[in-house]
């Protein structure tokens, strides 16, 4: 038995609650499109909690982790997407 990883389970809550945030902000019309860029494994998790508003409305998704890169490189990422 694997000892108990609580990053992990953390940032698995996180990803659920982004993707709750972004079933709200959908269901309000703040957006019309968008491109997700987050981590590969929480990407992953997001998906499993995509409203289908929210999967409508995704233009794109990149699987990279992009924190603490200068404007111009995520930029560039996006560009890319």
Known sequence: MEPTDF???????????????????????????????APPRTLGEMRKHYHKEVS???????????TGHPIAEIERALMSA
């Open 7 to 37: 990053h992990q389970l953390e940032e698995d809550r996180f990803a659920a609650e982004v993707a709750d945030l972004l079933k709200k902000r959908a269901l309000s019309n703040d957006f019309e499109s968008l491109i997700v860029v």
């Open 56 to 66: 409508e409305r995704l233009t794109g998704e990149l699987d990279k982790d992009l």
